[in-house]
């Protein structure tokens, strides 16, 4: 797959609310404590924002939306990320550009 | 086939904007906790619900209702659904619990505000101007909506003269200590969750003891708002033993129950989960957060009994203190 890379989109979704998503260093600790068992959130995700590459956040709105906001991987997470307020964030984006809401 | 996100998302958010909650209720239920505690109308301090012990009932039955549509064909008038909504409150017409499951999360409060009483705490309540908090909105990031809500509780606590809220649940306390802050100018309601107030009036006298029973933390209560002594104090305070299961604590395990209006069967499968952490250690589960309580009763299938912590202490206040 090739891709251009662009901060257009880590621009909008952080207009849209707090979100420190940058700060994650991709370890997998939050995979792997989610109780959702979510493989894909919040370092993919995260990952794809920071990218530019719409396409692939677009494709995991279910992801996006089924996480619990529980905080376990948060309460977990070495550097210190605010994931669930991230993922809102993420969720507030959506409503407004794909959903219109 | 699950129910179209942005459809129930709608429904949600419309439900909020035109009627106050994600899931009306009529003043009548909304209410019918306060009946024959004489509580006064506002005041410096109140009581506040945040509707939540008593929506979880209809919830209950919104979400059965989601579960068979969401694998019918009809998943795909969701749509018309929502246009239905905004003239006639749908969702409400959706979910009908009985009277015995009203008065079960009717009960919560109640005890409650007689919990409060004997603590020597004072406290009016709000009656129909006690609003939903918009909680389930704002994890979905209907972040306006919610902004907009939150203004009307402000103007409400404003006509009161609330300067100090006690709340129920974890959720409700989360949205009116931590989020409202966020979100409003001038927002100066000192917030604090019963247990908060239970564990702080204090009361030295142990009750006589009365068995033991596995503790479940809120997600919210313990990681957002950083309660988890205080339910084990007052539970002490009650004579009754607390057992912690696999991942307690700060490290609380979700029920699933946020997942719940949108995958329900995701929401299941957490709970589930959860119940096999649960049931080895008692069979009597005490729980803070009205969610929990029934994804967590749904999944165990009648394996284990869940409890309000609320209903735990009010029937330690009938038994004799321990002697010494």
Known sequence: MSAVVGPELAERVRAAGA???????????????????????????FRYVELGLEDRVLAETETIYSCLLCRLCQESCPAGVHIAENVRTLRHHLNRTLYGL | M??????????????????????PLSKRDATRWTKGLD????????????????????????????????????ARLTGLGRRINRLVNVSALMARPSAQEREEFDRVP???????RDAGVEFGCLYEDDLYSGALAHDLGLDELVAEHARRVHEIFRKHDVRRVITIDPHTTNMLRTVYPTLLQG?????????E????????AVAAPDGEVVLHDSCVFARYEGIVDEPRT?????GVTVLEPADAGRLTWCCGGPAESLYPEKALATARRRVEQLRPVSHTCVTMCPICLVNLRKAADGTIEFRDL??????ARNREPAPG
């Open chain 2, 234 to 238: 007052l539970l002490a305070r009650a």
């Open chain 2, 110 to 116: 109640r005890t409650v505000a007689q919990l409060l």
């Open chain 1, 19 to 45: 979100y420190d998503a940058e700060a994650c260093m991709n370890c997998g600790v939050c995979t792997a404590v989610c109780p959702l068992g979510i493989d894909l959130l919040p370092r993919r995700v």
């Open chain 2, 2 to 23: 699950p129910l179209p996100t942005k459809d129930v998302i709608g429904i949600l958010g419309d439900n909020l904007r035109l009627r106050g909650s994600v899931l």
């Open chain 2, 187 to 195: 927002y100066d309601v000192e917030v604090r969750s019963y247990l």
């Open chain 2, 310 to 315: 609320s209903q735990v202490l009010a029937e």
């Open chain 2, 197 to 204: 107030v239970l564990a702080e009036a204090g009361g030295t």
């Open chain 2, 39 to 74: 509580l006064p109308r506002g005041g410096e301090t109140v009581l506040y619900t945040g509707q939540m012990f008593q929506l979880v009932p209809s919830v209950e039955g919104l979400v059965k209702a989601e579960e068979r549509i969401g694998g019918s064909p009809l």
